[in-house]
């Protein structure tokens, strides 16, 4: 089962402004938040994320029908790239090392930063290439 492109760029962007506010204003609960929010994408996959429920339940059906499809795998490990960097942003904060919590979460800000604005997801390709490199040649 294919997904709506228009799901992921649609999270990126929500993602994109919570990281935003996150380094504006130092929230670790926020951070947390969006902690959540990959680790559900990951687990369950990018369309039963929250910001995957939004989509497809208030933003969707205002929109035309969809004319991209992708697989559902690149965005879901992408969803786990966003989560290690939250988690480290979170450790940052958590051990009172702010070095730490800016620098992963700006990483993952200009990553959904990338997707939202361009449709550039880095973790998808970084799935991508790592399926290249794992699959033996025919």
């Not at 933003?59 to 989560?83: C, D, H, K, N, Y």
């Amino acid at each position: 089962m294919h997904i709506d492109t228009r799901g992921p760029r649609f999270g990126a962007a929500v993602t994109t402004v919570v990281l935003a506010v996150v380094l504006l204003t130092g929230s670790a609960g926020l951070l947390a938040w969006q902690a959540l929010c990959f680790a559900v994408g990951t687990a369950l996959g990018v369309q039963k994320s929250p910001y995957g429920l939004l989509f497809r339940f208030l933003i969707r059906p205002r929109l035309a029908p969809p004319t991209e499809f992708e697989s559902p795998e690149p965005p879901r490990f992408a969803q786990g790239v966003g989560l290690v960097f939250t988690l480290a942003g979170l450790a940052g904060y958590a051990f009172g090392q702010g070095w730490l919590a800016l620098a992963a979460t700006a990483c993952a800000l200009a990553a959904a930063f990338l997707n939202s604005a361009f449709g550039y997801c880095l973790g998808c390709e970084m799935y991508l290439l790592l399926r290249r490199a794992t699959t033996p040649s025919a």
